[in-house]
């Protein structure tokens, strides 16, 4: 589903009724590199699984999930703990950068380790407010590259919360001249599954783990 101005501006004048905070800056390209688990820096293009930080009750990894009667577009969810879930890679705003660095706009995109159920993007975004619970969801269909205004929703970013240990934001900064809200993402749930959502307090802490194989390869292992 392509994003469009009108929905942007919807997404915008809904989000300006909920006590958030402003951002009108732009992507600093010298920012500092984000590590995965290894110490080494995280590579556009490159997969990797995206796993909570607090062990037990705090869960486990991120995966694609289907809420009941809403299976499409799938949205992000959170596994168990002891399960990785479903890796991701991130594509920069600026194409040019092959690594990805802190506070700056990244796509998020999981690499589907099954068949396609749905025909939507694995591509994170912004979407499916939920008036009862008060939250924005993060699901997916979003779109991959083209930063600018019909992409806003599209563009999360990464912020350092300890040493290995990092938090997702949506704070988007692709469109110059788009007032775009500041909001670090949490897990809640609803009712059915342990979900993502914008928050106005703190974010939940995650860290990057790289997988061995490419995501060619594990693409070619999903189609054949």
């Keep these: 589903m392509k994003t469009t101005t009108a929905p942007v501006f919807l997404l915008f004048i809904i989000f300006s009724?909920?006590?958030?905070?402003?951002?009108?800056?732009?992507?600093?390209?010298?920012?500092?590199?984000v590590l995965d688990s290894d110490g080494n820096e995280v590579q556009t293009g490159t997969p990797?699984?995206?796993?909570?930080?607090?062990?037990?009750?705090?869960?486990g990894g991120l995966a694609l999930g289907r809420p009941s009667g809403k299976p499409c577009p799938e949205v992000v969810t959170q596994r168990r703990s002891g399960d990785d879930g479903i890796p991701v890679i991130f594509s920069n705003?600026?194409?040019?950068?092959?690594?990805?660095r802190l506070s700056s706009d990244v796509n998020i995109e999981f690499i589907s380790l099954r068949p396609k159920l749905c025909r939507t993007t694995t591509v994170w975004k912004v979407d499916d407010y939920?008036?009862?619970?008060?939250?924005?969801?993060v699901i997916t269909d979003g779109v991959k590259g083209n930063p600018g205004a019909?992409?806003?929703?599209?563009?999360?970013?990464?912020?350092?919360?300890?040493?290995?240990?990092y938090a997702l934001k949506y704070c988007p900064a692709v469109c110059g001249t788009c007032p775009a809200l500041c909001n670090e993402i949490?897990?809640?749930?609803?009712?059915?599954?342990?979900?993502?959502?914008?928050t106005t307090g703190?974010?939940?802490?995650?860290?990057?783990?790289k997988l061995k194989k490419s995501a060619m390869e594990i693409q070619q292992v999903v189609h054949n």
């Design 93 to 100: 705003s600026d194409s040019n950068d092959g690594v990805v």
């Design 48 to 59: 990797y699984y995206v796993v909570s930080s607090i062990w037990g009750a705090g869960g």
């Design 130 to 137: 939920d008036h009862s619970a008060g939250k924005w969801w």
């Design 17 to 33: 009724i909920t006590p958030s905070s402003f951002s009108f800056g732009v992507a600093n390209t010298t920012n500092a590199p």
């Design 202 to 209: 703190r974010g939940w802490p995650f860290f990057f783990k």
């Design 186 to 198: 949490m897990r809640a749930t609803d009712g059915e599954m342990m979900r993502l959502a914008l």
């Design 150 to 165: 019909n992409t806003l929703t599209s563009w999360f970013r990464i912020e350092k919360a300890s040493h290995f240990d």
